[in-house]
């Protein structure tokens, strides 16, 4: 009778662990810096990802390959369009 008050009173602590666990893991969002050295910086990774590569890329290859978010992705892309260092083909990105 002992084993299952000591069973019981486990399983709320384990309970407890995993919703600390969730809320750490919700915590740990990545700001993005948006300035100019910051974009910069993300467009040479994103040219460094697709120059390696030397072929068409999904934002989501170029973002692992980069090792930096989609997000971060997105925003070295855009960087790269303005200056017509890359092109989209078939929802793919290329270097121009």
């Given at each position: ?16 662990a995993?919703?600390?666990a969730?809320?750490?893991a ?7 810096v ?7 910086f993300?467009?040479?990774d994103?040219?460094q990802?697709?120059?390696a ?24 892309i855009?960087w ?14 290329t270097?121009?």
């Amino acid at each position: 009778m002992a084993e299952k008050k000591a069973t019981k009173a486990a399983a709320p602590k384990a309970t407890a662990a995993k919703k600390t666990a969730s809320k750490k893991a919700a915590e740990k969002k990545v700001a993005i810096v948006v300035n100019a050295e910051s974009v910069g910086f993300r467009a040479g990774d994103v040219y460094q990802a697709l120059a390696a590569a030397a072929k068409a890329l999904t934002v989501a290859e170029i973002a692992k390959a980069a090792k930096i978010s989609a997000e971060e992705a997105y925003l070295g892309i855009g960087w790269l369009f303005k200056e017509g260092k890359v092109k989209d083909e078939d929802n793919k990105i290329t270097l121009a």
